[in-house]
């Protein structure tokens, strides 16, 4: 009789637990993306949008994504990247060339070139590892689905920034034009 109390419990407990069933299929919505792909650092798993800044490793451009709520216009996205990397990013080794390096005063597009405002720096304010400092601005604003290229100005003239390879150029400038920091040459 235990047996048949136990089954009848059992059954009844199963019925009640299930997925009920629909007359017809109903539609059900994907979650939002995009998803990181394996390997690929992420600082803030929750957010909709993949943002794309380089920093620097080893005298090596590194490729970092974080995560955001809302998709960053240049300026914001910019501004993140003169901000720095964050203290997860910090405790993996990453800095940036960009503090004392290169002062931006500001960007806007024409088109899908991104032109970067760089006010005059005081004379011997300069470093080293200004080629860094550029190559982080330019490999971060191509990263955009909307800029394909940057150029740098100062009071409105074309300013010459080091590249990779050493030589100066006025621009426009693409990540290409830093791939020999990168650590996928």
Same mark, same amino acid.
């Given at each position: 009789?235990? !047996?048949?109390?136990?089954? *009848?419990?059992?059954?009844?407990l199963?019925? &009640?637990?299930?997925?009920?069933?629909?007359?017809?299929?109903?539609?059900?919505e !994907?979650?939002? &993306?995009? #998803?990181?792909? +394996?390997?690929?650092?992420?600082?803030?798993?929750?957010?909709?949008?993949?943002?794309?800044?380089?920093?620097?490793?080893?005298?090596?451009?590194? $490729?970092?994504?974080?995560? %955001?709520?809302?998709?960053?216009? !240049?300026?914001?996205?910019?501004?993140?990247?003169?901000?720095?990397?964050?203290? *997860?990013?910090?405790?993996?080794? %990453?800095?940036?060339?960009? #503090?004392?390096? @290169?002062?931006? *005063?500001?960007?806007? %597009?024409?088109?899908?070139?991104?032109?970067?405002?760089?006010?005059?720096?005081?004379?011997?304010?300069?470093?080293?590892?200004?080629?860094?400092? #550029?190559?982080?601005?330019?490999?971060?604003?191509?990263?955009?689905?909307?800029?394909?290229? @940057?150029?740098? %100005?100062?009071?409105?003239?074309? $300013?010459?920034? +080091?590249? !990779?390879?050493?030589?100066?150029?006025?621009g +426009?400038?693409?990540? *290409?034009?830093?791939?020999?920091?990168?650590?996928?040459?």
């Amino acid at each position: 009789m235990n !047996a048949r109390l136990a089954l *009848a419990t059992l059954l009844v407990l199963l019925a &009640g637990c299930g997925v009920p069933i629909d007359d017809r299929p109903r539609a059900v919505e !994907a979650p939002y &993306g995009p #998803f990181p792909t +394996p390997g690929t650092a992420s600082s803030d798993p929750a957010g909709r949008f993949t943002e794309a800044l380089y920093f620097v490793r080893d005298d090596r451009l590194v $490729l970092v994504h974080r995560r %955001l709520d809302m998709s960053p216009t !240049a300026t914001q996205h910019l501004e993140h990247l003169l901000a720095g990397p964050n203290e *997860a990013e910090r405790g993996e080794g %990453l800095t940036t060339a960009l #503090f004392g390096a @290169v002062t931006v *005063a500001g960007i806007r %597009l024409t088109g899908t070139r991104a032109e970067v405002d760089v006010p005059s720096v005081a004379e011997g304010a300069g470093r080293s590892d200004e080629v860094f400092a #550029f190559g982080q601005i330019v490999c971060t604003l191509t990263a955009r689905p909307d800029v394909d290229t @940057v150029s740098f %100005l100062r009071d409105g003239s074309p $300013l010459e920034v +080091p590249r !990779a390879d050493g030589s100066l150029s006025q621009g +426009p400038l693409t990540a *290409a034009d830093y791939v020999e920091l990168s650590g996928s040459d």
